[in-house]
């Protein structure tokens, strides 16, 4: 009975999802989605008494997963959508994607997005290992609240913030060494370190939370230098922590807009800024295409991440 | 796994060696389009960079947020004002230039350039208003006027398929063009009057938008529409080849509207110079802005380029309006900092409130 | 002695350099925005001179940001609204993240892990793109510019940061405790209100965090799919700055939200050491 319930759910979210591509009978289909899911409803309520509150587990887990990959499938399927409005569905065509591959603004914006991804993850990858270590061993006081603050303030305030400084301090001062700066890849490098290694710091002081001390202290008791201690032990255990961090700074440096927005200056563009042009002027399909393709780089990482580190990805504070 | 990580950390690297000729153009979306720009750069044996704006405060800011390296900027003429006066600016050796007479003397010796020392003009677009022609001959809207924007009895007939536009100028200006005043009106008691209006029509609209309106127009979501004379042409096009069942106009309200004259700078910190004249020139022979005329519907101020404009474009007087009708058009001037701070406060009430 | 200096040594080599970097990064650019908010608006953007402006024009320090915050209560409003949303769009995530992630935890662990990869999937997407995944669906449905997009979207974007803090505290509940609730007589409801929510809580407070104070600088959201009046403090901090070019103003705003942000958090704190003290 509860799995037939379960079952009509299924169908009502495929009629929910198909409501969009339904043209005039988008309202209609609209209805019997939502009249499927009441029957799918009551047939579980009807179920008796036992395991109900299994079978509402069940039902609303359903539905906020169909929440939540209902609009990503849409713009995938949209991205093969043979209309430049992206209102309906029109008819299948590969259009866009060949579009893409001649863009050149939006390749410069991918290679520029990954070099900045690099490069800021690799750098805030070891200032975040460094400051997870410290936060464990010496417990300073100062520290976490420098390392954590960023992670949790909008990122509006950090991009604002790191744009007046980079404007009014940062390049005045640079000028009297006679050294010109401006707004580019640089800055948004920077920015994008600065709120990142907040994250690899809370994962790699989480792993180390759960790790027992004695051996530190064994191998200290047998005359290992800090160094060593930290080259032969500890980085070895702390390792799919450093790969989860260091893969969790390139997602959300692939990924970032709001600091990029105000840090970037103008001359460079990176992914998510020039989606962000492309949405709020010449919106063709093409945007549907890029994101397509970067859902599934960014899919390949993290499925990379859960083969190296697989339970490194648990541990969160 | 060491070697991935190494090839990803090189193929970092070659970011540095990219051409060698390099052109950076900061312009308007969508305002030139891929042939001018591959004609260019066959004839210059260069390459064109180009970034994008919205709004002329969205360069201006980032021009003020230090951005620099661009040769070329496409301004409009309070924003010329403003980066005059701010000396960003490289004033123009004519003689690099000769087909700067094939402009139509109207558009030289503007206002904010006197001589056109800084800047020679590139494209020109309206103010105005567009809409579904379906849809406002049902609801029995006239559209040769602000009211229909501005007036609760129109608006509430098509209530929540009405955008404005999400810039303070543009806006204040068509309030203040609908009251009688000028677009650049400094009194307060006038704008605050300006502000009355808006706000009083503001509960039929459905949203500021600067960037998207035209697409909903073309698909249907909304109905009327403050906006740009080629965007709307763009609207119309675009709502045409998708087979939409209306038919997107658009027009000059009888009591005015605001003129945009969108000019070539060439920015100090641009490094070539060189790169840069050659574009202008190439600009003003007139194939490549006959071009993007023809694409989007923008005012063409260069007189030889007429013979490439199609002749529907060439006709319509919302884009290329006739001297009565330009009698009637204004051009934004740049405030003073106390009247702009006053706007801005105008302004908030008018998004909050 | 010798063991103690080293230490010391090591303690400035590796708490060293991260530190350096926040303070120059993070720490000077959050005070020289404070400092920004006294300053006039250069005629051009940017910051006025403190010194020597020209002639007629405006220089110096001055309050007139603050004069002109407190001065008017379109602010205040402008701030509250931003909470209202924030405040639903956290909690409408938490009713919908809730029982996802008690079924996750319920789960044998094989196939946990893969239902937690599946939350953590649509994270993939671009944030924008997923903004506009929301312009495609509510276009024909007219919901476009509408308040409910508005939220729907917030919530859609914020979504997976309720769900694995939560996830990750329901996980470490000890079943034992819910069988003995039933041995002692209680229903499935009192199961969950009295021994499993108290014991979520610090998830509860992790994940709202995660949810709250984002939403509360947004401004892409409600600039792409908001109608008329869903201004909030992000899109006046961001037109401050990239719009209207008055920086100072913007500088002040953005240190009353931070302000904000830390009292909320404070606040949380507290009360979540309290929480915990009482269970």
């Known amino acids: ?70 609009p990503l499938a849409i713009v995938v399927i949209f991205s093969f959508n043979d209309s430049k409005l992206n209102a309906e569905w029109v008819g299948f065509s590969l259009q866009w994607y060949q579009r893409l591959f001649g863009d050149a603004d939006m390749l410069r914006a991918a290679f520029n ?39 949790a303030m909008p990122e509006i305030l950090l991009g604002v913030s790191l ?46 939370a ?43 440096s692939v990924d970032d807009f709001v600091i990029t927005f105000f840090t970037a200056g103008v001359g460079t563009k990176t992914l998510p800024l020039q989606i962000y042009t492309m949405i709020k002027v010449a919106v063709t399909p093409e945007v549907n295409a890029v994101s397509a393709l970067l859902m599934l780089l960014t899919l390949a990482m993290i499925l990379a991440a859960a083969r190296v580190a697989p339970d490194a990805l648990r541990a969160k504070a | 796994m060491r070697a991935v990580l190494w090839a990803l950390l090189l193929a970092t690297v070659p970011g540095l060696a990219a051409a060698q000729d390099v052109l950076r153009l900061f312009n308007w979306n969508n305002y030139i389009t891929e042939d001018s720009v591959q004609r260019f750069e066959r004839g210059c044996g260069c390459s064109l960079e180009q970034d994008y704006y919205s709004d002329n405060e969205e360069m201006l800011a980032k021009l003020a947020a230090g951005a620099s390296g661009y ?13 005059i006066a701010s000396n960003q600016l490289r004033p123009l050796d004519h003689a690099q230039i000769p087909n700067l007479s094939n402009i139509k003397p109207e558009f030289l010796n503007q206002w904010f350039d006197p001589g056109n020392r800084y800047s020679v003009p590139y494209a020109y677009s309206l103010t105005i208003l567009g809409y579904n022609i379906e849809k406002m001959k049902a609801f029995e809207i006239p559209v040769d006027t602000w009211a229909a924007i501005f007036e609760p009895r129109y608006l509430e007939r098509v209530k929540g398929k009405v955008t404005v536009l999400d810039s303070q100028r543009e806006l204040f200006a068509a309030a203040l063009i ?40 073309a698909i249907g979501n909304i109905w009327l529409a403050h906006g740009y004379s080629n965007d709307f042409y763009t609207a119309q096009q675009d709502a045409h080849g998708a087979a939409r069942p209306f038919t997107i106009g658009f027009t000059t309200p009888k009591e005015g509207a605001v003129f945009a004259l969108d000019n070539l700078v060439m920015h100090k910190t641009g490094r070539r110079p060189d790169l840069a004249y050659k574009f202008i020139d190439y600009w003003l022979q007139g194939r490549a802005s006959a071009e993007i005329t023809n694409l989007i519907g923008a005012g063409n101020p260069n007189r030889v380029a007429m013979q490439w404009v199609r002749p529907e474009i060439a006709e319509n007087r919302n884009i290329f309006p006739d001297a009565a009708r330009f009698r009637r058009l204004q051009s934004l001037r740049d405030y003073d900092p106390r009247t702009r701070r006053l706007l801005n406060r105008l302004w908030v009430e008018v998004k909050v409130r | 002695m010798i063991k103690l200096r080293a230490d010391t040594v090591t303690r400035w080599l590796v708490g060293g350099p991260p530190f350096l970097f926040l303070v120059l990064f993070f720490l000077a650019p959050a005070l020289i925005m ?19 402006g020209a002639p007629g024009g405006e220089s110096g320090l001055t309050l007139e940001n603050y004069r002109v915050f407190f001065g008017d209560r379109i602010y205040f409003d402008i701030f509250l609204k931003s909470f209202g949303v924030a405040a639903v769009t956290t909690l409408v995530c938490l009713a919908m993240a809730y029982p996802l992630a008690v079924l996750i935890a319920r789960s044998p662990k094989h196939r946990r892990d893969f239902m937690v990869l599946l939350c953590v999937l649509p994270f993939a997407s671009n944030f924008l793109v997923r903004v506009y995944a929301w312009m495609i669906m509510l276009g024909p449905f007219e919901l476009l510019f509408t308040k409910f997009a508005v939220l729907a979207a917030m919530v859609y974007v914020h979504l997976p940061f309720m769900i694995l803090p939560l996830y990750t505290n329901l996980e470490k509940h000890d079943p034992t405790l819910l069988d003995a609730a039933q041995d002692l007589g209680a229903n499935a409801w009192h199961r969950f209100w009295r021994v499993t929510f108290p014991l979520s809580l610090p998830g509860v407070f992790a994940g709202s965090a995660l949810v709250f104070i984002p939403v509360l600088g947004m401004f892409a959201i409600p600039e792409i799919l908001g109608g008329i009046s869903d201004w909030l403090v992000g899109n006046m901090i961001k037109e401050s700055f990239l719009g209207v070019r008055d920086w100072p103003f913007g500088s002040m705003l953005s240190l009353m939200l931070t302000l904000c942000v830390l009292a909320i958090a404070g606040a949380a704190a507290w009360v979540a050491r309290r929480g915990v003290a009482r269970a």
């Open chain 1, 1 to 70: 009975m509860r799995r037939l319930a379960l079952a009509l759910e299924a169908v009502a979210i495929a009629a929910l999802f198909w409501c969009f591509f339904a043209g005039r009978a988008r309202f209609a289909m609209l209805g019997a989605g939502l009249a499927l899911l009441a029957a799918a409803g009551a047939l579980g309520w009807r179920g008796g008494r036992r395991s109900m509150p299994a079978f509402w587990l069940w039902f609303t887990s359903l539905l906020v997963y169909a929440f939540l990959y209902i």
């Open chain 1, 113 to 151: 997005s990954l070099s900045i991804a690099v490069g800021a993850s690799a750098i805030a990858t070891v200032l975040g290992t460094m400051a997870g270590i410290a936060m464990h061993r010496f417990r300073p006081r100062l520290l976490p609240f420098l390392v954590f603050t960023p992670v």
């Open chain 1, 163 to 208: 744009l007046i400084f980079f404007l009014n301090v940062a390049k005045p001062a640079l000028a009297l060494a006679g050294i010109t700066f401006d707004l580019g890849l640089t800055t948004v490098v920077l920015a994008h370190i600065t709120f990142s290694i907040g994250f690899v710091a809370i994962i790699v002081r989480a792993r180390l």
């Open chain 1, 210 to 252: 759960g790790m027992d001390d004695s051996i530190f202290e064994a191998a200290r008791d047998l005359g290992a230098t800090p160094w060593r201690t930290f080259r032969d032990i500890t980085l070895p255990l702390i390792l799919p922590g450093v790969i989860a961090g260091a893969l969790m700074a390139f997602t959300l």
């Open chain 2, 71 to 83: 040769d070329l900027l496409v301004p409009t003429g309070n924003a010329v004002q403003a980066l």
């Open chain 2, 178 to 217: 609908y009251l009688g005043y000028s677009a650049n009106e400094t009194s307060e008691g006038r704008l605050r009057a300006a502000r009355d209006l808006i706000l009083r029509a503001k509960p039929y609209w459905a949203a500021f938008n600067a960037g998207s309106y035209f697409k909903e127009l």
């Open chain 3, 34 to 52: 404070v400092a920004a908010s006294f300053r006039y608006p250069g005629e051009f953007g940017g910051l006025a001179p403190l010194f020597g």
